[in-house]
């Protein structure tokens, strides 16, 4: 029997099986029902009769108590979550008073129903005064108000409790009746249940054996597809309903990762030969970059000629003329010696104050430039040639244009496990938005332009050799705010007991 079942049921969609379990299960359950409709119509009045005598007066009586808790504490808070309450609770007790009697009668039950009424729209109005007082700052009247509230709440109370006691009264020859009824429609639906319980056995035996079993085999696949492991044997379709069809699109889904998957490790290596040599050809090019820009000036030639300048201007007592060819003299070595190579604070700050010199004397010395750094230096090491281009930006960019006192100011400070290298000018500053692009611009990696070092390399330059994202922080409150660049050098450690050049 079971076999038959199953090779009829193989190209059955999953959507049929259920439809023909469920409506051979709906024929037993309305042949039953059937049966049972007959006793169910006659005491269908009765029941309606006992439904609408015996209202749900409990909840008649949790909405009044909703009600006069909300206007309690309105009258003590003013909080819109209680008025926001009372409103919502006054408009359920106006509903439920809509279905009491509101005329003349000779019946008790009415009588009571028609003055519980008549005292609950007399309560819903107090409690309605004491708010709208409340919200008019009238304290006498909305303390009277809820007083006489307070009063008919308590006998609107009573009235209920007295509705439901002969409520109660009326309804229990009703359920003496309805009783025998409820015995015989109790052991047909015993019967109906014990017949819909022995088929459901028999599908649910049937469906662990034939739907559930591929189910779970389906999800012990994707819970190792989850985990990663893509490498498994294709899932056995036992059958053509959802779950065979679910299963073969498994099959090829998991295929489909694994062509995948493949095709993107093809890819990423790709790539990654791409980036290095990518890589290797900016490098060279910024090394050949700085080649052309240094074989531009014969340095011997230069620091002879300088030298020569510099004892001429000795030999004729031009103190200045020579304390100038020395800077330039002095500039030009470092520049050419050190090549953007690891060197020492020092000599960095060295390299600047020739700078500065050269630009004093250039500019008639409008610079004001201060030195804020101890006699002894910290020494650590930091990139060649990043203090004097920030300087020279700071100068062209910052204090050049600007009309009056130019001040720049270049400070080393200590501040726990940093070293704090500032470069601070009084010039043009800049917006959040500049600094901003300027801090992106370094994460290009462009090589250095014919023109010199720019603001983005020496950022870049920074980061990489300190690791670190936080390198360089560039600080201004707006236009004409002026400038401060600051470089954060982490402390090495090693014995710096001697200072450089002591």
């Not at 050949?288 to 014969?298: D, F, K, S, V």
């Not at 300088?306 to 030009?332: C, P």
């Amino acid at each position: 029997m079971r076999k038959w079942i199953s090779s009829h049921l193989q190209y059955y969609s999953l959507r049929q099986k259920i439809s023909l379990i469920f409506g051979v299960t709906m024929m037993i359950v309305c042949m039953v029902n059937i049966i049972t409709y007959v006793n169910l119509n006659r005491i269908e009045k009765t029941v309606n009769s006992v439904y609408d005598s015996n209202r749900n007066l409990q909840q008649i009586t949790t909405t009044m108590d909703e009600i006069q808790t909300n206007v309690y504490a309105y009258l003590n808070t003013r909080g819109t979550d209680e008025l926001e309450g009372y409103y919502r609770a006054s408009a359920e007790f106006r509903e439920y008073m809509e279905g009491f009697n509101d005329r003349p009668t000779n019946d008790s039950l009415k009588l009571k129903e028609k003055n519980i009424r008549s005292l609950g729209e007399t309560w819903i109005g107090f409690t309605e005064q004491a708010i709208l007082a409340k919200r008019g700052r009238d304290i006498a009247g909305y303390g009277q108000a809820y007083q006489q509230a307070e009063e008919v709440y308590q006998y609107l109370q009573i009235q209920l409790k007295s509705l439901s006691t002969e409520l109660f009264a009326r309804s229990t020859e009703q359920y003496h009746a309805l009783a025998l009824v409820r015995q015989r429609i109790l052991v047909l639906c015993i019967c109906e249940i014990l017949l819909v319980l022995v088929f459901n056995l028999m599908v649910l035996l049937y469906f662990l054996e034939h739907f559930t079993q591929p189910l779970a085999l389906l999800a012990g696949y994707a819970e190792q597809v989850g985990k990663g492991d893509l490498a498994l044997e294709p899932l056995e379709v036992q059958s053509h309903d959802e779950v065979g069809i679910v299963s073969d699109a498994f099959n090829r889904m998991v295929q489909s990762l694994q062509d995948y998957i493949e095709l993107l490790r093809q890819q990423m290596e790709a790539e990654s030969r791409l980036k290095e040599e990518k890589l290797l050809m900016e490098v060279h090019l910024k090394d050949a970059q700085m080649g052309a820009l240094q074989a531009r000036i014969n340095p011997h030639f230069l620091y002879n000629t300088m030298n020569a300048g510099a004892q001429l201007a000795m030999m004729e007592d031009a103190d200045r003329t020579y304390a100038f060819l020395e800077n330039v003299t002095d500039f030009f070595r470092y520049n050419t010696r050190n090549n953007g190579k690891e060197t020492w604070l020092e000599e960095e700050i060295t390299q600047v104050e020739s700078y500065i010199y050269i630009m004093n004397t250039r500019y008639a010395d409008e610079i004001d430039y201060q030195a804020c750094y101890p006699e002894r230096l910290p020494r650590v090491h930091i990139p060649g040639m990043v203090l004097q281009p920030l300087v020279e930006n700071a100068i062209e960019h910052g204090i050049r244009g600007l009309e009056g006192y130019k001040r720049l100011c270049l400070s080393v400070r200590e501040e726990e496990d940093l070293i704090l290298v500032e470069i601070e000018d009084n010039g043009v500053g800049m917006s959040a938005q500049k600094i901003k692009s300027l801090m992106q611009a370094a994460k290009q990696f462009q090589p250095a332009g014919e023109r010199g070092i720019g603001l983005p390399n020496v950022i870049n330059r920074l980061r990489m050799y300190y690791g670190t994202e936080d390198a360089v922080r560039i600080y201004s409150e707006g236009e004409y705010m002026g400038t401060r660049i600051q470089i954060r050098i982490l402390r090495e450690v090693q014995d710096v007991s001697d200072h450089a050049g002591g």
